[in-house]
């Protein structure tokens, strides 16, 4: 990528942005037409940054610029992203708010925020705000046209109050609503469960965790491989959402340690939250780790890790992520300790493990997804 594809220009200044996760010859920029919207509406509002929270900033197009009191997010990959950029542009560092905590007790003037990709993460954090923010605040909320849902401005109607909705831009559209003192704090959508067959219990996710509706076709399958694989002392659920594979390890006495982790505090959260409620007597057994998949993590080696890996970055469809979280596996595994993972079919990650395994395998497939296991020899 070229020096012009890492510099953006704003009302605020010029900075340089990078993508994170970084790889050789990136084709994709660290924005999108909907930053470049919120940086020119934010402007013209003219609001001190001391009072600006930014919300869902995945690279630090919106907080490097704007130096924000703090950016909202749920992603521990965005907020590494904005971390580095912030310190490759010499700003100061800016805390960071997870999904799962309180907002600050003194509320922002304006809220600047990038529509998440799940509708229900969208709708939980205006009701976070609708009780939080005073009359005649802002809210500036964008995203590309092809991402928006048709509820987007009642959305912003019910818990905000008065929305305007601006004349789209290169793909994307701006949304400012300013708080009606008639409105005050709303309920946030709850906890969304289903019955889990393989653990004959309820699961449970909070709004932005993958799949929180219903098993996804992959981990069904997965879940179905459980039984042919070797009972082992410690076992990671890598991105692990609501926990559904870890804890149907453990309940088979697959695993006797179980490290459940994930790039969304939500998910991570999720997953504890069931472990909890599921094996209330036995919840010492289990780990939780938010964060860059196992980039982080400093604890004991596994025997197996469990793996349904993702194919989407935020909005973008990239598998570089979910290779990356592989490559990261071979790492922490023991010596003879295997990763079994679920991919979508068209995805043929046996290139990627045959550079960190000694032996992969096709374990099962179906008409939409694979399931892989990828070993390592024993060492001395």
Request: glycine share 6%; charged share 20%; proline share 6%.
């Amino acid at each position: 990528m070229t020096a012009d594809a890492t510099h953006l220009q704003s009302p605020f200044g010029s900075v340089q942005l990078q993508r994170y996760p970084a790889r050789r010859q990136e084709r994709l920029q660290a924005w999108c037409s909907a930053d470049e919207l919120l940086l020119d509406a934010l402007c013209s509002l003219a609001v001190p940054s001391e009072q600006v929270l930014v919300a869902n900033d995945e690279h630090g197009a919106l907080t490097v610029p704007v130096n924000p009191r703090a950016l909202w997010t749920d992603s521990a990959l965005a907020a590494t992203a904005v971390s580095r950029n912030l310190a490759a542009n010499h700003r100061d560092p800016v805390p960071v708010i997870w999904s799962t905590s309180a907002l600050p007790h003194e509320p922002p003037a304006c809220v600047v925020l990038r529509i998440p990709k799940q509708l229900p993460y969208f709708e939980y954090q205006l009701a976070q705000l609708s009780g939080q923010l005073p009359a005649g605040a802002t809210v500036l909320a964008a995203g590309m046209d092809k991402h928006l849902s048709p509820r987007t401005a009642s959305l912003l109607e019910h818990y905000i109050g008065p929305t305007q909705r601006h004349r789209g831009r290169r793909k994307a559209r701006l949304f400012q609503a300013v708080k009606d003192p008639g409105i005050g704090s709303l309920p946030a959508p709850d906890m969304c469960c289903y019955f889990c067959d393989t653990l004959q219990a309820q699961l449970c996710a909070m709004p932005n965790v993958f799949s929180r509706e219903k098993l996804d076709g992959g981990s069904r399958l997965l879940l179905q491989q459980l039984a042919v694989l070797p009972p082992v002392e410690r076992l990671v659920d890598l991105a692990c959402g609501n926990g559904v594979l870890g804890l149907a390890a453990f309940k088979m006495q697959l695993a006797g340690q179980v490290l459940c982790c994930d790039e969304s505090a939500m998910a991570v959260a999720s997953a504890q939250h069931n472990a909890r409620q599921l094996f209330p007597n036995e919840f010492e057994h289990f780990e939780f780790l938010h964060g860059d998949g196992l980039l982080d993590y400093r604890g004991a080696a596994a025997q197996l890790v469990l793996c349904n890996p993702p194919f989407h970055s935020q909005h973008t469809v990239d598998e570089y992520v979910g290779r990356r979280l592989l490559a990261q596996c071979s790492e922490h595994l023991a010596a003879g300790g295997s990763l079994c993972l679920v991919a979508n079919r068209h995805l043929d990650y046996r290139a990627t493990l045959r550079r960190g395994f000694d032996r992969v395998d096709k374990l099962a497939g179906d008409s939409k997804f694979t399931v892989w296991l990828a070993q390592r020899n024993a060492r001395e």
